[in-house]
């Protein structure tokens, strides 16, 4: 093991290029240099195409760089990489876990291939047990883990034998606040108990700002390096909360302060909207909106630094994002209505009685741990799953009787968006037009509103499985709403998208709902639940809590903390009705 404070990672001048479409050669990486300090725990954060996964790919000798030096663990990586290999844990974003395996025979045969000893086995084992809190379920296959537990399986295989250096590639992707508050508690013991160096790339900015040191990429170039402070100074001074007006959504105000000039940033917060500005101290160019200076924080800092990207995104986005045929109806009017669902599996219930309401062109959010029921309610309203039992209506359709007729006015963003790879951008837009039963003059018109809309002609021909996450994130949405559905169904449709590319997606989905479009929507971004009107959270397919977000946060509230956040309500309601009725937290 390296010495506290000497450097693990070394890179200097490193370029790599790839062959894009049209055989066009992309810089990956250019002119990078950084360091990694033995004992630390250092973050990799940037947009979609920063650069984050072929760094980490080539610090691991799983590639070479075209052009300049890295060294790993005192090694050169590229004369040497099986030498690095052989002393670093490595977790990349999809983990390459066994389904038909148990946790204990994904754990033997990531052994196997480190060559892990039988007696090193019986010493290592009990201590990642220890760690992961997967004890109890050595014999449960991984194909029937919850999202948090499998990534907690995918990290014990990549520490199976005791690491060097250990590199997470977006290890917290897709898991919801409890699953990731238990995953940064195993890393923080690793760094801090056991001394192993962690480099982790995050698209979870709070995270990042936890870490000792920070390496900030955009489009393949090294915009910072340091502490996280030093990204967070960049917006000191820059940085106020706004009050929207009577009547006005958040998200409203929010959309408005990003078409002011003096504006970088805005996003919903605690019922407030957070705003940058362009220079510091420039509270007399928002004088119109009453601002009150608030700390800067490390997301701020970030936007500051991206500042010529977030311009380009707030020129293009959503406030003139206009369906050609709006919805029809009334505000006030209900579209959505379940009552007492329930969706059983043999023995098991995975939905418990679950009701709400949703009117027209309100965002309601349902929110829970992996394995809530979540995507089992959604997949029931879409008409995709039979309902075991219970009432479910869809603008005005009964959707247990005529699910066909309910699916009309749905257009559903799935978790996996359900793009084909081997299609083009405009082959799977023409694919999906069909699939809705558009054709003619009407598919043309509707396939260039989406490519107009969405910003997707500059990359027409390229293939949907070769896209950066956010353009598949806009691919997705637009081919769902090619048949201008009445009610847009977004599941988990932010995950592992950056802070610029979820601004810009909310944008659309703001502007969407403005014009009577009906949203419901499930994510693991706390945050995000501050663009919804009303939330539901559930755990083990039961509702726990339901209201408004201001009334969902007052459930955080307690003595020591009486300005709670999103994710502090979600987490005491969770653990409270936990606490109340113990279970297995993996079924």
Same mark, same amino acid.
């Given at each position: 093991?390296?010495?506290?404070?000497?450097?693990?990672?070394?890179?200097?001048?490193?370029? @790599?290029?790839?062959?894009?479409?049209?055989?066009?050669?992309?810089?990956?990486?250019? $002119?990078?240099?950084?360091?990694?300090?033995?004992?630390?725990?250092?973050?990799?954060?940037?947009?979609?195409?920063?650069?984050?996964?072929?760094?980490?790919? =080539?610090?691991?000798?799983?590639? !070479?760089?075209?052009?300049?030096?890295?060294?790993?663990?005192?090694?050169?990586?590229?004369?040497?990489?099986?030498?690095?290999?052989?002393?670093?844990?490595?977790?990349?974003?999809?983990? +390459?876990?066994?389904? &038909?395996?148990?946790?204990?025979?994904?754990?033997?045969?990531?052994?196997?291939?480190?060559?892990?000893?039988?007696?090193?086995?019986?010493?290592?084992?009990?201590?990642?047990?220890?760690?992961?809190?997967?004890?109890?379920?050595?014999?449960?296959?991984? +194909?029937?883990?919850? +999202?948090?537990?499998?990534?907690?399986?995918?990290?014990?295989?990549?520490?199976?034998?005791?690491?060097?250096?250990?590199?997470?590639?977006?290890?917290?992707?897709?898991?919801?606040?409890?699953?990731?508050?238990?995953?940064?508690?195993?890393?923080?013991?690793?760094?801090?108990?056991?001394?192993? %160096?962690?480099?982790?790339?995050?698209?979870?900015?709070?995270?990042?700002?936890?870490?000792?040191?920070?390496?900030?990429?955009?489009?393949?170039?090294?915009?910072?390096?340091?502490?996280?402070?030093?990204?967070?100074?960049?917006?000191?001074?820059?940085?106020?909360?706004?009050?929207?007006?009577?009547?006005?959504?958040?998200?409203?105000?929010? !959309?408005?302060? =990003?078409?002011?000039?003096?504006?970088?940033?805005?996003?919903?917060?605690?019922?407030?909207?957070?705003?940058?500005?362009?220079?510091?101290?420039?509270?007399?160019?928002?004088?119109?909106?009453?601002?009150?200076?608030?700390?800067?924080?490390?997301?701020?800092?970030?936007?500051?630094?991206?500042?010529?990207?977030?311009?380009?995104?707030?020129?293009?986005?959503?406030?003139?994002?206009?369906?050609?045929? %709006?919805?029809?109806?009334?505000?006030?009017?209900?579209?959505?209505?379940?009552?007492?669902?329930?969706?059983?599996?043999?023995?098991?219930?995975?939905?418990?009685?679950?009701?709400?309401?949703?009117?027209?062109?309100?965002?309601?959010? =349902?929110?829970?741990?992996?394995?809530?029921? @979540?995507?089992?309610?959604?997949?029931?309203?879409?008409?995709?799953?039979?309902?075991?039992?219970?009432?479910?209506?869809?603008? +005005?359709? $009964?959707?247990?009787? !005529?699910?066909?007729?309910?699916?009309?006015?749905?257009?559903?963003?799935?978790?996996?968006?359900?793009?084909?790879?081997?299609?083009?951008?405009?082959?799977?837009?023409?694919?999906?037009?069909?699939?809705?039963?558009?054709?003619?003059?009407?598919?043309?018109?509707?396939?260039?509103?989406?490519?107009?809309?969405?910003?997707?002609?500059?990359?027409?021909?390229?293939?949907?499985?070769?896209?950066?996450?956010?353009?598949?994130?806009?691919?997705?949405?637009?081919?769902?709403?090619?048949?201008?559905?009445?009610?847009?169904?977004? &599941?988990?449709?932010? !995950?592992?998208?950056?802070?610029?590319?979820?601004?810009?997606?909310?944008?659309?989905?703001?502007?969407?709902?403005?014009?009577?479009?009906?949203?419901?929507?499930?994510?693991?971004?706390?945050?995000?639940?501050?663009?919804? $009107?009303?939330?539901?959270?559930? $755990?083990?397919?039961?509702?726990?809590?339901?209201?408004?977000?201001?009334?969902?946060?007052? @459930?955080?509230?307690?003595?020591?903390?009486?300005? %709670?956040?999103?994710?502090?309500?979600?987490?005491?309601?969770?653990?409270?009705?936990?606490?109340?009725?113990?279970?297995?937290?993996?079924?």
């Amino acid at each position: 093991m390296a010495a506290a404070g000497s450097a693990v990672i070394t890179g200097r001048g490193l370029h @790599k290029r790839f062959r894009g479409p049209g055989k066009a050669l992309v810089k990956a990486l250019d $002119d990078v240099s950084f360091t990694v300090a033995a004992g630390a725990l250092t973050a990799l954060v940037g947009p979609d195409g920063a650069g984050k996964t072929t760094l980490i790919r =080539l610090i691991a000798g799983l590639m !070479s760089a075209d052009e300049g030096d890295l060294s790993v663990l005192g090694v050169d990586v590229r004369t040497d990489p099986q030498a690095v290999q052989d002393r670093i844990g490595y977790m990349p974003q999809r983990f +390459g876990l066994y389904e &038909d395996l148990s946790v204990q025979e994904n754990l033997d045969l990531y052994a196997d291939l480190h060559g892990v000893s039988a007696a090193d086995r019986r010493v290592r084992y009990p201590k990642l047990m220890e760690m992961t809190a997967l004890g109890p379920f050595t014999r449960r296959l991984a +194909g029937q883990l919850s +999202g948090g537990m499998k990534q907690k399986l995918g990290l014990a295989c990549a520490l199976v034998r005791s690491p060097d250096l250990l590199l997470l590639d977006e290890p917290t992707v897709g898991v919801d606040p409890l699953s990731r508050r238990e995953l940064w508690s195993i890393i923080d013991a690793l760094v801090r108990d056991e001394g192993v %160096p962690v480099l982790v790339s995050t698209s979870y900015l709070d995270e990042a700002a936890l870490c000792g040191h920070v390496v900030v990429l955009h489009e393949g170039k090294l915009l910072s390096e340091g502490p996280p402070a030093r990204v967070s100074d960049l917006a000191e001074g820059r940085t106020f909360t706004v009050e929207p007006a009577q009547g006005e959504a958040p998200r409203e105000l929010q !959309s408005r302060l =990003l078409d002011e000039p003096d504006v970088i940033d805005a996003s919903p917060e605690a019922g407030l909207v957070r705003v940058v500005s362009r220079e510091r101290d420039d509270d007399k160019a928002l004088a119109a909106f009453h601002p009150t200076p608030t700390a800067a924080r490390f997301e701020d800092g970030f936007m500051v630094l991206l500042q010529p990207t977030a311009d380009q995104a707030k020129g293009r986005t959503a406030a003139d994002m206009k369906l050609d045929h %709006p919805p029809a109806g009334g505000k006030h009017e209900t579209v959505v209505e379940v009552g007492d669902l329930v969706k059983r599996f043999g023995d098991f219930t995975a939905v418990d009685k679950v009701s709400f309401k949703v009117g027209r062109g309100e965002i309601f959010g =349902l929110l829970g741990p992996n394995g809530a029921g @979540k995507t089992t309610t959604f997949r029931m309203l879409c008409g995709l799953l039979n309902a075991t039992s219970g009432a479910l209506t869809i603008a +005005g359709a $009964d959707v247990r009787r !005529s699910p066909a007729s309910a699916r009309q006015n749905i257009g559903y963003v799935a978790q996996k968006f359900s793009l084909y790879a081997q299609l083009t951008v405009t082959e799977n837009l023409d694919f999906f037009a069909s699939a809705y039963g558009l054709h003619g003059a009407r598919r043309k018109q509707r396939i260039d509103w989406a490519m107009a809309q969405f910003e997707l002609a500059g990359i027409a021909d390229q293939l949907g499985g070769q896209l950066p996450g956010g353009y598949r994130q806009r691919l997705a949405t637009a081919a769902a709403l090619l048949h201008e559905p009445d009610i847009l169904f977004l &599941d988990e449709a932010t !995950s592992g998208a950056d802070p610029l590319a979820r601004r810009e997606f909310w944008r659309r989905i703001t502007a969407l709902a403005q014009q009577g479009v009906t949203v419901i929507v499930t994510t693991h971004f706390m945050v995000e639940a501050e663009y919804c $009107d009303h939330i539901a959270i559930l $755990d083990a397919g039961r509702v726990l809590a339901q209201g408004t977000p201001a009334e969902i946060r007052a @459930k955080g509230l307690t003595a020591s903390n009486e300005h %709670p956040t999103m994710e502090d309500a979600f987490i005491a309601v969770i653990e409270g009705a936990r606490a109340k009725a113990p279970r297995d937290k993996a079924a």
